[in-house]
């Protein structure tokens, strides 16, 4: 969808935003390390990586802290509130490796095996993010050797099953409770 259309849907200004002070909350911060979580995902120095939907930027300054100025990082949101308040925590922080793009997942715009690294974080699942639509996006964008990390809030186990049997990614195991997965070469084939 266009990301202004999605960016004014009921869904998100009723159930996301309102929930902006609880996901930058000092509480948050203070009962959950994002770095250990963005460990678990592989985050490493030089990747490029897309974080989809990065809400308030919980996990966006730490993941370009540890990707480094090699680094790329595109954190994408489709509510304009969250993009500007990431913008200037960005830029706040002198950091010059974050693009903060207003797009909607489904239809990121990003080149085909462009991306080192997806984080899925907090964002699956949610019926603006389907996954019979956003896996073959997010295939399309990793690059072959690319991986795809997802951290659930709220736990739910169908979605680690669901992405296996999409069989557009194969399972690399869970650390610091993210699970982790590799592209796989097929071309999409959903089954949900
Ligand atoms: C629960 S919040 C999690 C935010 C962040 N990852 C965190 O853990 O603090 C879910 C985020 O997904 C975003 N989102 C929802 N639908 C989306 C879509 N189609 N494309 C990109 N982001 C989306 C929402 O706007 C919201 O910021």
Known sequence: MDAEKLGKSRFLNVFFKPSGAVMESRL???L?????????AGVEPGQTVLEVGC????FTLPAAEMIGEA????????LSGFVDRVT??????????????RR??????????????????????????PLDRLLPEMHRVLKADGNLAVWL????????????RSGLFTGLGKKNGVYRYRRSGGSAGFTQ
């Open 153 to 164: 809030f709220p736990i739910s186990f169908g979605v680690p099953t669901a992405i296996l």
């Open 88 to 101: 200037q925590k960005v830029r706040d922080a002198g950091l010059k490796n974050v693009e903060v793009v």
């Open 55 to 58: 809400g308030t930027g919980f």
């Open 104 to 129: 909607d997942a489904l239809n990121t715009g990003l080149e085909a095996a462009s991306i080192d690294l997806v984080l899925l974080f907090g964002v699956v699942p949610y019926p603006t993010l």
């Open 32 to 40: 959950f390390d994002p770095e250990k979580t963005l460990r678990g």
């Open 28 to 30: 948050r911060h203070w």
């Open 71 to 78: 680094g790329r990082l595109i954190a994408m949101d489709p």
